[in-house]
């Protein structure tokens, strides 16, 4: 328990200086914000493999935690979690997920060497090894370790609704479920961007996510405050971010009411930003992969002479300090 | 309080002495390297104070001026941020020592040389010149500053009168050239004695110009900027062996320079991925071999060390050894990749190894030995239950920089509270010594200090709870061949120098 209050406040504290790194002089340094990814990594690895049953879900109450594990990663979430949304949910599960965004699961799922890392690393090797698998089928997977830190209070669309990693296009960081706003609101808010918000205090129409890759159908069946893939999407991490110091005090205090919840919070917070180098801010044009793949080689064309904060670069350096960093 | 004339027309004046000092020993020091640190005592030479209030004036600033200028420096209350030193290194000879700051400025000090009648001045460093080098940019494509703290200065070998350095900030380098001027011309045809041109119908007679003597004269003149060519942060330069070519890293990218082109510059390793999302390491520091002009190596935040060989091929992002050492799994935290990121690398003069500073230890490696260091040293083991708190207010990314000895036989790092220590390779001896103000008296013996870890603390011991972590002594030097040495704390400089029994 204690290790995932640490890990917890560890957590906070990253975020923190992501965050205040946007506004020092001489730009981001690269070096200290890959670090602090490290340490965001960890934290994360360790809050999600804390065996801490009661803590992960309210209405799972009896749901035991660690032992869903190994089986998760296997098969795709048990029975128990829920069944995840079918693929049609989202408006654009499209091609299988691309390259670029493998490693990012896999880099978060992998790192850990300890036992409780274990489950969640297979996890990861079975999204890596599955290049040519269904989107869905590799989604499941991937939501199969998260789902154990998710609030998932009230089923499976509210689950599905948040973590949309897994095979999708590099659209904008919008992570707004298609759909599943009504439910968003009415459940405990898993939102991604916020680490330990009361529940109370998050806005049911806020968007889910800072910086996660959404598909394009995810951008277009949000609710409508969450805007097209683009500049606008920015400004969600800056305002969680922005949140987050004043949300960690206040969730500190609330620990005990709000614990799925923030948990859920922090979980899935710790899961965007934890990955490190994760495409969380793919910034695409106007959406699609091919877009943003060809913005890949923007940044490498353009690399002499720029620093950072220009859009692909920004990407280049740390996908969700640029979005910090775009404010 | 005595303010010392100016000896030198330097163009700003920037020092103030703080008393007369003692020289340690009348006779000239001895080559005190085989003496080590453990049976040498340490005493303070002198400590220089670089104040805000520096106006670069011209170089025809005539004495008075100066007086009015030295007249208004104030200690320690006009330290600002721009005052912090970060980056101190000696020249071949140790004659110079050269300074870099937050602000941007150059400050190169002088070793006071031995005469008969000053017998008592000889191994104090002056002010020899001050220059700006770098002023802050912004990049208005980026909307972002470019800071102009001088991260690292370099030395070249010198080759005729004049002495050349090269200063970087975090995007651009600059070579420059240090010279004196003594004479100076007289007797223009065209111009009067205040330079005022002549009216050439007034002229019946030529004459030969000839160069008369006049009061030395220091200054500093940027010969070239290499600029351009980073698009992440400057963290290392390196002269080479061969003083043709010098190299530059920052996080990602090594380039390779020719002193005379300034205009492009040859990339030898980039560690950039073609995904910045599988991004797991930056490059933290390099240096080139001191001996072989076509080996060098570079660190990385994951703890490893590469040496690279020129000859292999034209990027060297193969290396031709690898430096790790595995990891203690008892010792797993949070923060272990932070603690094992190494912020600095250095040769030792003889070229056979290698000493590595990270976080918490310094550790020497030998270049035929891959898989673990021969030596580790533990700097200051007691914080290692204390990362969390100085994860919290930064410290835990603090770049110490570590330093070998003339002789390769004593090596030397900071920690905090103006804490320095060195450790002797041979006696096995380790001594923690502080830069503090309370020991600036002249000639006054530094006393070995101790870290009580727990338990019972001693009178003179200072517990851990107790360290001040916002004085942190990051960058040191030592004087190549003598005992000298000189450590910065946050503005202050302080030269000791190992008393000779």
Known sequence: ??????????????????Y????????????????????????????????????????????????????????????GWGEPPPPAGRAAWPEPEP??????????????????????????????????????????????????????????????????????????????????????????????????????????????????KRGAGWVGGGPADCPAPGSTPLKKPRRNSEEQPGGAAA????????????????????????????????????????????????????????????KPVLRDINPWSTAIVAF | MVLQPAERHCGDWSHRRLGPWCSPTGSPAPLSCETGCGEGTWILVCRLLVPTQVSLLSMEEDIDTRKINNSFLRDHSYATEADIISTVEFNHTGELLATGDKGGRVVIFQREQESKNQVHRRGEYNVYSTFQSHEPEFDYLKSLEIEEKINKIRWLPQ????????????????????????????????????????????????????????????????????????????????????????????????????????NQSFNIVDIKPANMEELTEVITAAEFHPHHCNTFVYSSSKGTIRLCDMRASALCDRHTKFFEEPEDPSNRSFFSEIISSISDVKFSHSGRCIMTRDYLTVKVWDLNMENRPVETYQV???????????????????KFECVWNGSDSVIMTGSYNNFFRMFDRNTKRDVTLEASRENSKPRAILKPRKVCVGGKRRKDEI???????????????????????????????????????
């Not at chain 1, 204690?2 to 906070?12: D, G, M, N, Q, T």
């Not at chain 1, 890959?34 to 992960?56: E, K, N, T, W």
């Not at chain 1, 949309?164 to 759909?179: F, I, L, V």
């Open chain 1, 99 to 212: 390259q670029p965004e493998r490693p990012a699961v896999p880099e978060v799922l992998r790192a850990g060497d300890s036992e409780p890392a274990a489950t969640v690393t297979a996890a990861g090797d079975t999204l890596q090894g599955g290049e040519a698998e269904a989107p869905e089928a590799a989604w499941r997977r991937v939501e199969g370790p998260r789902e154990t830190a998710v609030g998932g209070a009230g089923g499976p669309a509210e689950v599905s609704g948040v973590f949309p990693e897994g095979p999708e296009a590099a659209r904008g960081p919008c992570g707004c479920p298609p759909g599943d706003e009504d439910k968003l609101s009415a459940a405990p808010r898993v939102d991604g961007c916020r680490a330990s918000r009361p529940a109370a205090a998050e806005p049911p129409a806020s968007p889910p996510v800072c910086a996660r």
């Open chain 2, 463 to 501: 517990s851990v709870d107790s360290l001040d972590f916002s004085k942190k002594i990051l960058h040191t030097a030592w004087h190549p061949s003598e005992n000298i040495i000189a450590v910065a704390a946050t503005n202050n400089l302080y030269i000791f120098q190992d008393k000779v029994n």
């Open chain 1, 20 to 79: 205040n790194s946007r506004v020092q002089r001489g730009g981001i340094k690269l070096h200290k914000n890959l670090l602090v990814s490290l340490v965001l990594r960890s934290a994360r690895q360790v809050y999600l493999s804390d065996p801490c049953p009661g803590l992960y879900l309210a209405g799972h109450p009896g749901a035991p935690a660690p032992p869903q594990q190994p089986e998760e990663s296997a098969a795709g979430p048990p029975a």
């Open chain 2, 159 to 262: 080759q005729n009168a004049a002495y050349f350095l090269l200063s970087t900030n975090d995007k651009t380098v600059k070579l420059w050239k240090v010279s004196e001027r003594d004479k100076r011309p007289e007797g223009y045809n065209l111009k009067d004695e205040e330079g005022r041109l002549r009216d050439p119908a007034t002229i019946t007679t030529l004459r030969v110009p000839v160069l008369r003597p006049m009061d030395l004269m220091v200054e500093a003149t940027p010969r070239r900027v290499f600029a351009n060519a980073h698009t992440y942060h400057i963290n290392s330069i390196s002269v080479n062996s061969d003083y043709e070519t010098y190299m530059s890293a920052d996080d990602l990218r090594i380039n390779l320079w020719n002193f005379e082109i300034t």
């Open chain 1, 1 to 18: 328990m204690e290790f995932k209050l640490e890990a917890h406040r560890i957590v906070s504290i990253s975020l923190g200086k992501i």
């Open chain 2, 380 to 398: 200051h083991d007691y914080l290692r239950s204390k990362l969390c708190s100085l994860y919290e207010n930064d410290c835990i990314f603090d």
């Open chain 1, 251 to 310: 969730a500190a205090e609330e620990e005990e009411e709000e614990e799925e919840m923030e948990t859920g919070n922090v979980a899935n917070l710790i899961s965007i930003f934890g990955s490190s180098f994760s495409g969380l801010l793919r910034k695409s044009p106007g959406g699609g992969r091919e877009e943003a793949e060809g913005e890949e080689s923007g940044p490498e064309a353009a690399e002499p002479g720029q620093i950072c904060c220009d």
